[in-house]
């Protein structure tokens, strides 16, 4: 997970604000139609020519993981991939090493 220090004021909602580049829409319109993934916003945290946008997408994967992370603790499954992999990505794996012996362990006691 990318930590939020580097930009300490920079609010989620100014960070929506922000423009993608390369397009005329704003970050969080592009997160809210699905458009813009946590491996994007990864990527662009590390490789993004623009500071703003730099700074921008830090703050929103900080957040985005945040609420993956609490919609998956409250005893849901991921919804698509792109939450499959930030949860990966966000515990090195602990939560599909736990789900794969939940699966087995439920095999052995329908077969036995």
């Given at each position: 997970m990318v930590s939020n220090m580097s930009s300490p004021f920079l609010t989620i909602p100014r960070a929506r604000s922000t423009i993608w580049p390369g397009s005329q829409q704003t970050m969080g319109e592009l997160l809210d139609?699905?458009?813009?993934?946590?491996?994007?916003?990864r990527q662009a945290s590390i490789k993004?020519?623009?500071?703003?946008?730099r700074k921008a997408a830090e703050v929103l994967l900080v957040d985005r993981e945040r609420k993956i992370r609490e919609y998956?603790?409250?005893?849901?499954?991921?919804?698509?991939?792109?939450e499959a992999v930030a949860v990966k990505v966000a515990d090195n794996g602990v939560f599909f090493k736990k789900m794969r012996f939940c699966q087995f362990v439920t095999c052995e006691i329908m077969y036995f």
């Open positions: 139609q699905d458009k813009l993934t946590c491996k994007m916003l993004a020519e623009n500071e703003q946008v998956i603790d409250g005893g849901n499954l991921p919804r698509n991939i792109d």
